[in-house]
C-alpha cells in the first residue's frame, strides 16, 4: 500500500519535471498533499505494528466517533450555526468541527464499522457499543445527508 501511495506522491513532481501540467500551483500542492499522505500512513503503519497498540487505537476511535455524534447533534440544534457553540459559520445548521453535513456523515460511515466490531466482541460492555452505534446511525439521519443515510443503512 505505501508503494501505491509513493507512486501517487511522485506523480505530481514528474509532471512538473515535464512540463506537461496544466496548472503547476495546483499540481505542486496536490503532490504535497499526497506525499504528507504518505508519510503519515507510512507513520502510523509503522506505529501501530503491535496489535495490542492496534486494538487501543480502534476502541478509542470508535468512543469517539460515537461521542461526535452526540456532541454533534446537542450542537445541530441548540447551537445557531456556531461550530463547537464557539465560532460562528454562515451555515444554519453545523454537526460537530465539519463544514457540512455530508463530511460529517463520511466521518460516521468511517466510524461506525469500528464501533459495530467492538458491539460485537464478548464483555460486559457490548450493548453500550451497539447503543452507541444506533446513536452515530440516528445522528446521520439528523444530519439529512441522504447519501450519508444510505450507506449508514447498509452497515
Not at 505542486?28 to 486494538?55: G, P, Q
Not at 445541530?76 to 455530508?102: I, K
Request: hydrophobic share 55%; net charge neutral.
Amino acid at each position: 500500500m505505501l508503494a501505491v501511495l509513493t507512486v501517487v506522491a511522485l506523480w505530481g513532481p514528474i509532471q512538473l519535471i515535464a512540463g506537461v501540467s496544466a496548472v503547476p500551483y495546483e499540481t505542486s500542492a496536490a503532490a504535497l498533499r499526497w506525499a504528507t499522505l504518505a508519510a503519515t500512513f507510512f507513520l502510523v503503519y509503522e506505529s501501530l505494528k503491535d496489535c495490542e497498540l492496534r486494538e487501543r487505537a480502534r476502541t478509542w476511535l470508535a468512543a469517539f466517533g460515537g461521542l461526535l455524534g452526540v456532541l454533534a447533534t446537542a450542537q445541530a440544534y441548540t447551537s445557531h450555526g456556531s461550530y463547537l457553540w464557539l465560532f460562528p459559520s454562515d451555515q444554519p445548521q453545523v454537526f460537530g468541527p465539519f463544514q457540512n453535513q455530508n463530511n460529517y456523515a463520511a466521518f460516521m460511515e468511517l466510524t461506525l464499522p469500528l464501533t459495530l466490531w467492538e458491539g460485537l466482541k464478548p464483555g460486559r460492555y457490548r450493548i453500550l457499543w451497539w447503543i452507541q452505534a444506533a446513536v452515530m446511525a440516528a445522528s446521520v439521519v439528523a444530519a439529512g445527508s441522504r447519501a450519508g443515510s444510505g450507506l449508514v443503512a447498509m452497515e
